[in-house]
């Protein structure tokens, strides 16, 4: 019995885990609310609002494209970025503190 419930629950408790790793450091929250502001931003454009170095805006945003957090697009030789639906959500609870 203990099995199926952990396949039951292993999906979720994952997909739970793997969202709160993606907000679980300053920088990316830091991006989280920068990209819900400014839609369609670029990442040279999130290290200069930030006042970060680019690599270090490159890896954490990357953390939070592997999160489900943030999708990204590419127009032409530029990369955008967006909230996801599951980033949107994240919003919403860093709100209520």
């Known amino acids: 019995m ?5 396949n039951f ?17 300053h920088h990316r929250i830091d991006i989280l609310r920068l ?6 931003i670029t990442l040279q454009a ?9 690599k270090t805006v490159s890896e954490h945003t ?5 999160a ?3 999708d990204k697009r590419y127009k032409g030789r530029s ?3 967006n ?3 599951y980033g949107k959500k994240i919003i919403k609870i860093l709100r209520l503190f």
Do not use: Q
């Open 68 to 70: 489900g957090l943030v």
């Open 83 to 85: 909230l996801s639906p």
């Open 9 to 25: 629950m292993g999906k979720s408790s994952r997909k739970y885990e793997r969202i709160f790793k993606g907000v679980a450091n």
């Open 62 to 66: 990357k953390k939070l494209v592997t």
């Open 46 to 54: 999130i290290a200069h609002k930030l006042k970060c170095n680019f």
């Open 79 to 81: 990369v955008t970025h």
């Open 2 to 6: 203990l099995i199926c419930y952990n």
């Open 35 to 40: 990209v819900n502001k400014s839609p369609e």
